[in-house]
């Protein structure tokens, strides 16, 4: 018989496999500011329009659980960027969007996709951890996820990731002075979870 955790407001987690994406979870990277010139810049926050994994939960033995994702670079767009002497534009944007596909940043051209396998789950669904392979720019290295379920119903979670440890060089502007911090906040929100054999 399904194990059934105890209900997270709209959401009880249960036994079994599930599909991830867009549909049902947001996948978002905050970016922050660095160097003599950070004034001027934007904390940014960058949504993976494009992305799909599954989750396989087994309430009672967290350890049988799984959860994988495979992003499109690709599909990286700027929703926010906040602080900075103006406000951003669209043309910033849709420049930053550039910039990400540069050679120097993720190079979509070379690397389509970023993909996560996690290798250890533990906790409950209250507060878990997830720690797994990140692999970028076919470079892989562990990372840990720490996530909560909450009052709402919803799943959150994030884990900070030092971009250069992946080969990618933060955006730098005005001859260096204006940088972004190496340390990038990867977060989710998962607000529904549909079960991997129903309706897509």
Same mark, same amino acid.
């Given at each position: 018989?399904?194990?059934?955790?105890?209900?997270?407001?709209?959401?009880?987690?249960?036994?079994?496999?599930?599909?991830?994406?867009?549909?049902?979870?947001?996948?978002?990277?905050?970016?922050?500011?660095?160097?003599?010139?950070?004034?001027?810049?934007?904390?940014?926050?960058?949504?993976?329009?494009?992305?799909?994994?599954?989750?396989?939960?087994?309430?009672?033995?967290?350890?049988?659980?799984?959860?994988?994702?495979?992003?499109?670079?690709?599909?990286? *767009?700027?929703?926010? #960027?906040?602080?900075?002497?103006? +406000?951003?534009? =669209? &043309?910033? %944007?849709?420049?930053? !969007?550039?910039?990400?596909?540069?050679?120097?940043?993720?190079?979509?051209?070379?690397?389509?996709?970023?993909?996560?396998?996690?290798?250890?789950?533990?906790?409950?669904?209250?507060?878990?951890?997830?720690?797994?392979?990140?692999?970028?720019?076919?470079?892989?290295?562990?990372?840990?996820?720490?996530?909560?379920?909450?009052?709402?119903?919803?799943?959150?979670?994030?884990?900070?990731?030092? *971009?250069?440890?992946? #080969?990618?060089?933060?955006?730098? +502007?005005?001859? =260096? &002075?204006? %940088?972004?911090?190496? !340390?990038?906040?990867?977060?989710?929100?998962?607000?529904?979870?549909?079960?991997?054999?129903?309706?897509?």
């Amino acid at each position: 018989m399904p194990h059934t955790s105890p209900t997270l407001g709209a959401v009880a987690l249960t036994d079994g496999t599930y599909r991830l994406g867009p549909s049902t979870a947001r996948l978002l990277i905050k970016t922050g500011r660095t160097g003599l010139g950070r004034r001027a810049g934007h904390d940014l926050t960058i949504e993976a329009a494009r992305w799909s994994g599954e989750a396989v939960v087994v309430v009672g033995d967290p350890g049988k659980s799984s959860v994988s994702a495979t992003i499109e670079t690709g599909s990286l *767009q700027v929703r926010e #960027g906040t602080g900075g002497l103006k +406000a951003l534009t =669209g &043309a910033d %944007r849709a420049e930053i !969007e550039r910039t990400l596909a540069d050679k120097a940043l993720l190079h979509t051209a070379e690397h389509p996709t970023i993909t996560f396998r996690s290798t250890r789950v533990t906790g409950t669904p209250q507060s878990f951890e997830i720690t797994g392979d990140l692999t970028i720019k076919s470079r892989t290295h562990p990372v840990t996820v720490h996530g909560k379920g909450n009052e709402d119903g919803v799943l959150r979670g994030s884990a900070v990731i030092t *971009q250069s440890v992946w #080969g990618i060089k933060p955006y730098t +502007a005005f001859l =260096g &002075a204006l %940088r972004l911090a190496d !340390e990038v906040r990867v977060e989710f929100e998962v607000v529904r979870l549909d079960p991997a054999d129903g309706p897509r």
